[in-house]
T-cell receptor
Framework: AQSVSQHNHHVILSEAASLELGCNYS??????LFWYVQYPGQHLQLLLK??????LVKGIKGFEAEFIKSKFSFNLRKPSVQWSDTAEYFC????????????FGAGTRLAVHP | GAVVSQHPSWVICKSGTSVKIECRSL??????MFWYRQFPKQSLMLMAT?????????EQGVEKDKFLINHASLTLSTLTVTSAHPEDSSFYIC????????????FGPGTRLLVL
């Protein structure tokens, strides 16, 4: 079945460590890709998105993601995390001819310790 | 900009009653709105896509007679859970976007429903 996979369900890091969260999808054709973040008690916020062009996308709060078409991947990275990055991170894909609907991955819960 | 609100933020109801949840785009006109359901410690599952002035499109496995969606204006969509049962208890989240063509979705804060 077509899906969005996030490899890590829980990640624990110390402040200043580097972060990489994996996301793979199984849709063929042209897709739009997103990373959303949900801070504790808050609603989903857009971190970054990829529609076309430069496959390295920069988002808010120092996050970036790289689209690798051959690997059907859109991994999220941050060189140095902060305690305030503690949140749940969702990868989402808008599939071809999906009329803008989003299919979400299971989410990765990140805990950053001071 | 791009703020989406939901009302109520939480609701408790008795089994068999109906509950209406509102989703509003506060500072933009939303051609399309989406309704999701999120179970504890799980991801968002798309329930339906709602386009202003037309019938909603439901995802496979979602009962359209159970979850009534109305998108009467460009700033308001409603989800009514009819004859609610305890298994309908969940976190319901809406999102809105300005266009049906490759636009970013902006999410509401969600509504927590508890059916007793």
């Amino acid at each position: 079945a077509q899906s969005v996979s996030q490899h890590n369900h829980h990640v624990i890091l110390s402040e200043a460590a580097s972060l990489e969260l994996g996301c793979n999808y199984s849709y063929g054709g042209t897709v739009n890709l997103f990373w959303y973040v949900q801070y504790p008690g808050q609603h989903l916020q857009l971190l970054l998105k990829y529609f076309s062009g430069d496959p390295l996308v920069k988002g808010i709060k120092g996050f970036e993601a790289e689209f690798i078409k051959s690997k059907f991947s859109f991994n999220l990275r941050k060189p140095s995390v902060q305690w305030s990055d503690t949140a749940e991170y969702f990868c989402a894909v808008s599939p071809p001819r999906g009329y803008n609907k989003l299919i979400f991955g299971a989410g990765t819960r990140l805990a950053v310790h001071p | 900009g791009a703020v989406v609100s939901q009302h109520p933020s939480w609701v408790i109801c008795k089994s068999g009653t109906s509950v209406k949840i509102e989703c509003r785009s506060l500072d933009f006109q939303a051609t399309t709105m989406f309704w999701y359901r999120q179970f504890p410690k799980q991801s968002l599952m798309l329930m339906a896509t709602s386009n202003e002035g037309s019938k909603a499109t439901y995802e496979q496995g979602v009962e359209k007679d159970k979850f009534l969606i109305n998108h009467a204006s460009l700033t308001l969509s409603t989800l009514t859970v009819t004859s609610a049962h305890p298994e309908d208890s969940s976190f319901y989240i809406c999102s809105a976007c300005q266009s049906s063509l490759g636009e970013t979705q902006y999410f509401g804060p969600g509504t927590r429903l508890l059916v007793l």
